[in-house]
């Protein structure tokens, strides 16, 4: 069941927030150096940021595009594909239907770790933080535009 798009949209911010606070404080860029001597700290930071890049993620596809699209801007997809839905969102100037793909394979990658391969693990974190950024900027048009 969805939740209102209110209430997840409240939520994505908080993800957004949260991950963005760790981002700020993680090296820039990450490299495989970095992984293979992290502190506690940096993996604290690290962990925080896959959640909640994950979570922010899986809050928008799951409960904001859709709802977003029939409540706000008034378009009958509530039972059609979610592909049609981005493909709406991203004629409609929200979002870039090939780039929510692309960043939805960032985040499966970033669920499947690799202990054992710091480099393949600073390649995945750094696609994601540049990921990160473009789900924050699709979060904030679809906040703008709730708020009219």
């Known amino acids: ?7 997840a949209l409240a939520q994505c911010d908080r993800h957004a927030s949260i991950m963005n606070e760790a981002l700020g404080l993680i090296p820039q ?3 495989e150096a970095h992984l293979q001597q992290a502190t506690p700290e940096l993996i604290r930071l690290l962990d925080q940021f896959v959640l909640r890049f994950t979570k922010l993620q ?4 799951a409960h ?4 977003f699209a029939v409540q706000t801007l008034a378009e009958p997809v509530e039972d ?27 985040r499966n990658i970033l669920t499947h ?4 391969d710091p480099l393949r693990q600073a390649l995945a974190l750094s696609a994601a933080q540049a990921a990160a ?9 679809i906040q703008e535009r709730t708020k009219v």
């Open 80 to 106: 059609v594909a979610f592909i049609d839905v981005l493909n709406l969102l991203e004629r409609r100037g929200y979002l870039l239907a090939d780039q929510w793909a692309l960043q939805r394979s960032t």
């Open 58 to 61: 899986d809050t928008l596809g």
């Open 29 to 31: 860029p990450l490299t």
């Open 64 to 67: 904001v595009l859709r709802q």
């Open 1 to 7: 069941m969805s939740l209102p798009l209110d209430v």
């Open 113 to 116: 770790e690799y202990p054992d």
């Open 133 to 141: 950024n473009q789900l924050v900027l699709w979060l904030r048009k």
